[in-house]
């Protein structure tokens, strides 16, 4: 089975997939739209995407590729990944002038940085692996990158610090493939409305609400021309049948305004996967 990831090897998205699909074959691509693209044309079978991160918060960029390609692709499944940053390099944290890494996370160990390397040089790098390689190939106690641990372990760089990101640090994927919904195999599917407005916000409210299903996550993410696509996950509290006949429904309703599913899942919602999140970070302050 292939699946596309957002590379090169030994990034999180490669991590993800070594850990939930071990012994597949991972096909890394160099941006999220080849991720996306590679599925849609049928090119990989599955492929990785982040679409929410507990410090970036939403990724746009992600979802806007599902409007895009709507239609070619599927969502099948939501994947948490627990991200974990390690500072490598041949020195001490005493010796550290630069600090390269992917520009994201800066921000993502921003606390670490800012109590132990507050002056040193910030070096944005296109990805952390090719940072932590970078770093290898220099050899300079003074240069130090930030990656993953199996970036640091390939590439033969000693770890100087690990766990240095903020906490908590968690990403969710999606999972998707080239391919119909299983109508089955879900209790929770994700719908989404472009170019919405706030009366079509309420109307798919209320239509999920007079046919005994509720919306358990929403959000807006703006889209290339300024206007914003609505997601809306749908969940059938009670069987399956009023699930599917809701999105039925909604699609129906909302046909003229080219509403789509995007995809479906089972056993997860993604509001409860943040608060989960949200809570677990609560528990530990």
């Known amino acids: 089975m292939k699946i596309a990831y957002l590379g090169p090897e030994f990034s999180f998205s490669h991590d993800l997939l070594r850990s939930v699909f071990a012994g597949e074959e991972y096909c890394p691509k160099a941006m999220l739209h080849d991720v996306v693209e590679s599925v849609a044309k049928g090119d990989t079978e599955y492929g990785v995407i982040p679409f929410y991160n ?4 939403s990724i746009e960029e992600s979802q806007i590729e599902l409007v895009k390609q ?10 948490p990944f627990n991200v974990r940053h390690y500072l490598c390099g041949y020195g001490n944290v005493s010796d550290v002038r630069e600090l390269h ?8 160990a921003s606390d670490w940085i800012h109590r132990n390397l507050p002056t040193a ?18 050899k300079d106690p003074a240069i130090a990158a930030i990656g993953t ?41 994700l719908m989404c ?4 407005t706030d009366k079509d916000k309420d109307a798919i409210a209320d239509v999920v609400a007079e046919n005994d299903c509720s919306i358990s996550s929403n959000w807006n993410v703006r889209l290339d021309t300024g206007s914003f696509a609505y997601f809306f996950e749908i969940n059938g509290r009670y069987s399956t049948l009023d699930l599917h006949s809701t999105v039925t429904i909604v699609g129906r309703s909302f046909k003229r305004k080219h509403v789509f599913i995007c995809g479906g899942y ?18 530990k302050s």
């Not at 890494?101 to 993502?108: L, R």
């Not at 409305?193 to 919405?196: C, K, V």
């Not at 056993?267 to 970070?281: D, F, P, Q, R, V």
Request: aromatic share 4%; glycine share 6%.
């Open 121 to 138: 040089k910030q070096v944005d790098c296109p990805s952390t692996s090719l940072a932590v390689k970078a770093t290898g190939e220099k």
């Open 266 to 283: 089972k056993e997860k919602c993604i509001t409860s996967l943040i608060w989960g999140i949200a809570n677990s970070k609560a528990r």
């Open 149 to 189: 641990k199996s970036a640091c372990k390939n590439y033969g760089v000693p770890v100087i610090k690990g766990d240095i990101q903020n906490k908590p640090n968690i990403t969710l994927f999606f999972l998707i493939h080239n391919g119909d919904l299983q109508p089955d195999n879900v209790d929770h599917v």
């Open 70 to 79: 709507h239609g070619k692709v599927c969502i099948c499944d939501v994947l």
């Open 54 to 57: 507990t410090t970036k918060k």
């Open 101 to 108: 890494t992917k520009s994201v996370v800066f921000h993502q």
């Open 193 to 196: 409305l472009p170019n919405a």
